[in-house]
């Protein structure tokens, strides 16, 4: 577009936002004012799906015109910031992951870690897909309560339980993944109060270094969750379960971490846990019905990256569990509960260009989005691919900046992108999963909206959070 159509629509892009916010007119529901005109040009039928557009993002070709029309009508119709996840994307993954360990894993049972994209419509898709539901808190258990999920296909592990929580998880007869002696004790007492019986794990840290990023570390021995195998907690943990009346043990769990890119993790644990249930067999005659190797498979972040595949993972662990069935004489289910892997590379964060200044050191693309709407690279140095949508002429060396009050808010760090106007727009890849989840109203901006793109279909499947919403739970003392 030339520079000064491209402010005209800029300025009236501006006009249009400063109509209250109703002015994002599908998820506000009840009668926002009419708006003008789309500032933009429509898509000409034919020129390709809003599925296209994404997958042409993915591709580095956002300078295509079905790319720049497809993400300026998603911009147009919804507002920006905008989560946008791609159906056939979500539903293609969990795929992926069947066929690896179908192929390999006759008994076989696979979880979706909900806290990766906790979005209702997400979590359905996958329940469609058949895959059971791995929750960390009550929130989550409600979720999949509320999805129809059974009790027994939800499995709850966290490492730190409230007494409701293990309440509801117990009601409903959800299998509870217990982390330490205080929290098997608690499940005892609630389960005899209720008249029930608790089905329940262990999660075992089997201290094994997948080498990833440190917060996302789990299976060291020096992180918070699991029972250690190495010096015995794990095993008297179990060896205590089996004298209690109101528990009944059937599984073993370790979960070595996340974002993990290479199988080496996945079978030193593999390995450790099958050893571990020969041991209980052999010393308390216990008999798992399933072992869980938890979540963690690792995408590319990168552009040419390639990592580790659900096929590969599954072939690097099959021999290992023959190995390890083969010394137990029985063979448990292998449960898997990847998060990340079915919805990230689904996601897109569609942000809004505010501003472009250049310092005597760099240069800075201000958006519409911050780490309040995508934590992750302020969190964990995580690094997202960015395409500025539009023509690639005039490459800098640029940061994109959220617009948090933080020196740290920064999005992506020194990459070579075209220097976009006041009102273009960015998408940075791979958000669909720890990104919406992790979103905070942080600096008083209210949540971002989420759409779920089928084809060149598009619905909200969250409403855009508003002003008020920031103050829904609060009260001046006196003042009512
Ligand atoms: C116990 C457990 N299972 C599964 C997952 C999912 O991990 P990912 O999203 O890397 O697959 C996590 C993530 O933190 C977890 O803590």
Redesign the pocket.
């Known amino acids: 577009m030339f520079p000064r159509a491209r402010a005209f629509v800029f300025w009236l892009m501006v006009l249009a936002l400063v109509v209250p916010s109703g002015a994002l007119r599908a998820e506000s529901g009840a009668g926002p004012a009419p708006l003008p005109e789309p500032p933009v040009t429509v898509p000409a039928a034919g020129m390709g799906t809003l599925h296209d557009a994404l997958q042409l993002a993915r591709a580095d070709q956002a300078d295509h015109p079905a790319a720049i029309a497809g993400f300026q009508r998603l911009a147009w119709e919804f507002g920006t910031p905008l989560y946008i996840y791609d159906r056939a994307t979500i539903i293609g993954q969990a795929r992926l992951v069947k066929e690896a360990f179908g192929a390999r894993f006759p008994r076989l049972k696979l979880f979706y870690?909900a806290?990766?994209n906790t979005s209702l419509a997400v979590m359905s898709l996958l329940r469609q897909q058949g895959l059971g539901m791995?929750t960390?808190s009550g929130g989550e258990i409600i979720a999949a309560l509320r999805l129809g999920v059974p009790g027994p296909d939800i499995l709850f592990?966290s490492s730190s339980k409230s007494p409701w929580e293990i309440e509801l998880a117990l009601r409903e007869g959800v299998l509870l993944n217990l982390d330490s002696l205080d929290e098997l004790a608690q499940v005892e007492v609630t389960a005899a109060r209720l008249g029930t019986t608790a089905r329940v794990s262990f999660r075992v840290n089997p201290g094994v270094d997948p080498h990833t990023i440190h917060q996302?570390n789990?299976g060291i021995s020096e992180s918070k969750f699991g029972l250690h195998l190495a010096g015995g907690a794990a095993l008297a943990a179990y060896r205590r379960a089996l004298r209690l009346r109101h528990v009944q043990v059937v599984g073993l769990h370790c979960?070595i971490g996340?974002?993990i890119t290479d199988p080496e993790g996945y079978v030193l644990a593999a390995g450790k846990v099958l050893e571990f249930a020969r041991e209980l067999k052999e010393q308390l005659g216990l008999q798992l019905a399933f072992i869980d190797l938890?979540?963690?498979?690792g995408i590319p972040y990168h552009d040419g990256e390639t990592v580790m595949t659900p096929a590969d993972l599954a072939a690097a662990l099959q021999p290992i569990w023959q190995k390890g069935i083969a010394r137990l004489g029985y063979e448990p289910t292998l449960w898997l509960?990847?998060?990340?892997?079915f919805v990230a590379p689904a996601g897109f964060l569609l942000t809004r260009v505010n501003s472009v200044k250049t310092t005597p050191v760099k240069t800075f693309i201000n958006v519409d989005a911050g780490f309040n709407t995508l934590v992750r690279p302020a969190m964990y140095q995580a690094y997202h691919r960015v395409r500025v949508i539009g023509p690639k002429n005039r490459v800098v060396k640029a940061d994109l900046a959220g617009n948090v009050c933080e020196t740290g808010d920064i999005l992506a760090a020194d990459r070579m992108l075209p220097r976009p106007q006041p009102g273009d727009l960015a998408v940075i890849l791979d958000a669909g999963?720890y990104g919406f989840a992790m979103a905070s109203e942080y600096n008083s901006r209210p949540l971002p909206a989420e759409v779920l793109v089928d084809g060149d279909e598009v619905e909200v499947i969250r409403g855009r959070g508003r002003p008020d919403d920031l103050f829904r739970h609060q009260r001046i003392p006196g003042s009512w």
């Open positions: 870690a806290k990766a791995e960390i592990t996302i789990t979960h996340s974002q938890g979540g963690g498979i509960e990847p998060g990340r892997f999963a």
